[in-house]
């Protein structure tokens, strides 16, 4: 070998090398770039919760909720006297002072509460679908949301179907126990399966008719039909979905009521459909 061919060996091999310090002061930075964005999010994500408890236990302190055994308006009783129905109508109304908490936030709508879960929270509705993802109660920017009723909704005059949303929480708040619903030991107990609703001019009792996951979609949250064709369509595509042991009879006639969380982070979705059993309009 030549002492040119050395010199131009040792030239390449330096360069070599350098290239190779590169991509791993590169690869070392990226790394590090990962790490404090997981921190980041960790404690986004921890300080979050800690915001959300705060707002809860405030709520705690300033509402109050009862069991109203107040006799109610039946809604489409069935003719068969030995229908769960009537099990469920027998039930006391699930009553919170919806004023206190609209002092609070001019926003909330309602008080949605279910046996066996963590879901125990007021409903808001914004002008939009979007802006309770990612603020809370008191309408700072949080990450858990709250749970807020469609804005195409009316809570005082109920269309064909009133929809609910909230974030599935791996802390388990929100709608993050709604996952609950598709446990056998959830379904196992009769009592679940209604839904309490109170708002400021009435509370509602609502029976659970279908529990299912699905991809996400629009059509199980349409809140209005053109007619009741339309509506038997849905309701056929609803309780086909069902796939719990409950078996509710449900018609053209009743009022729904459908709650949806996400189950993943492809896009899946957890969904219960229940149907108006029991109104009871509040004394003012």
């Known amino acids: 070998m030549t002492i040119e061919e050395y010199f131009k060996t040792q030239s390449i091999s330096k360069e070599k090398n350098g290239k190779k310090n590169v991509l791993k002061i590169v690869f070392g930075i990226l790394c590090l770039l990962v790490i404090l964005f997981s921190i980041y999010t960790i404690f986004k994500w921890c300080l979050d919760n ?10 705690e302190e300033n ?15 069935p003719k068969d006297k030995t ?3 009537y099990y469920y109508t027998s039930m006391p109304f699930y009553q919170v002072s919806i004023s206190v908490l609209k002092s609070m936030n001019s ?8 046996r066996n879960t963590n879901i125990d929270y007021p409903v808001l509705q914004g002008s939009d679908n979007s802006y309770y993802l990612n603020h809370s109660f008191n309408k700072e920017k949080n990450g858990a949301g709250w749970v807020f009723m469609d804005y195409r909704n009316n809570i005082d005059d109920l269309d064909d179907n009133t929809i609910i949303y909230g974030h599935s929480r791996l802390n ?3 709608f993050g126990t709604l996952k609950n619903t598709l446990s056998s030991k959830w379904q196992s107990d009769k009592d679940n399966y209604v839904i309490f609703i109170s708002t400021l001019k009435e509370n509602m009792i609502f029976q659970i008719f279908s529990i299912y996951t699905i991809k996400s979609e629009t059509y199980y949250i349409t809140p209005s039909f053109k007619d009741s064709i339309d ?3 849905w309701i056929d595509v609803m309780k086909s979905r069902n796939i719990s042991t409950i078996d509710t009879e449900v018609d053209t006639r009743d ?5 949806s969380t996400c189950q993943n982070n492809q896009g899946g979705r957890i969904v219960v459909h229940a149907k108006l059993i029991k109104r009871q309009k509040r004394k003012s």
Do not use: C, W
């Not at 800690?50 to 709520?59: A, E, F, P, T, W």
């Not at 109050?64 to 809604?75: I, K, M, P």
């Not at 009022?255 to 709650?259: H, M, N, R, V």
């Open 83 to 85: 229908s769960d129905y």
């Open 231 to 233: 509506k038997q369509k």
């Open 63 to 77: 509402i109050s909720t009862s069991n109203n055994e107040e006799e109610g308006e039946l809604v489409n009783p």
């Open 255 to 259: 009022k729904f009521l459908t709650l």
């Open 50 to 59: 800690s915001k959300i408890r705060q707002i809860n236990k405030k709520i």
């Open 107 to 114: 926003d909330t709508v309602a008080y949605i509460h279910i």
């Open 172 to 174: 388990d708040a929100m």
